[in-house]
């Protein structure tokens, strides 16, 4: 299974990687990036960088403010989840001291273990 993974992650990387690398290639032109609304000729604050680049940067930071609103998301079933696991702990504890419990109690009733069968009626 874990070959068949491999093989399939491998076509589906590879494919996305050339198509990077080609978007790459084809976007080299230097953009300026103006963060001065208001100084269009000479801005205050720019920086020049390739096309591509800027456009890699905005789709990491996407990805990034992405996946940690979906983990803020789901911070309360994260809490539900460990909650239950703490139940289910407890409750495996208790079900452990029970057995314990009933174990002491057959071997007091019966110390040696030794019981005679019941046969079926008639025979």
């Known amino acids: ?22 978007f790459a290639v084809a976007n ?28 890699f940067v905005f789709l990491i930071a996407g990805v990034l ?3 940690i609103a979906a983990w803020l998301r789901q911070g309360r079933h994260r809490r539900a989840s460990r909650a239950l696991r703490s139940d289910l702990a407890g409750l495996r504890r208790e079900i452990e001291t029970l057995n314990n419990r009933f174990e002491v109690e057959r071997e007091t009733r019966d110390p040696g273990g030794n019981r005679v069968p019941l046969l079926p009626p008639g025979l």
Not at 7 to 21: K, N, R, S
């Open 1 to 22: 299974m874990t070959r068949l993974r491999k093989i399939v992650t491998i076509l589906i990387l590879v494919p996305i990687a050339v198509a990077f690398l080609m």
């Open 28 to 55: 080299r032109q230097i953009v300026t990036v103006s963060l001065d609304p208001f100084g269009a000729p000479e801005p205050a604050y720019s920086i020049r960088m390739p096309l591509f680049l800027l456009i």
């Open 65 to 67: 403010l992405g996946g």
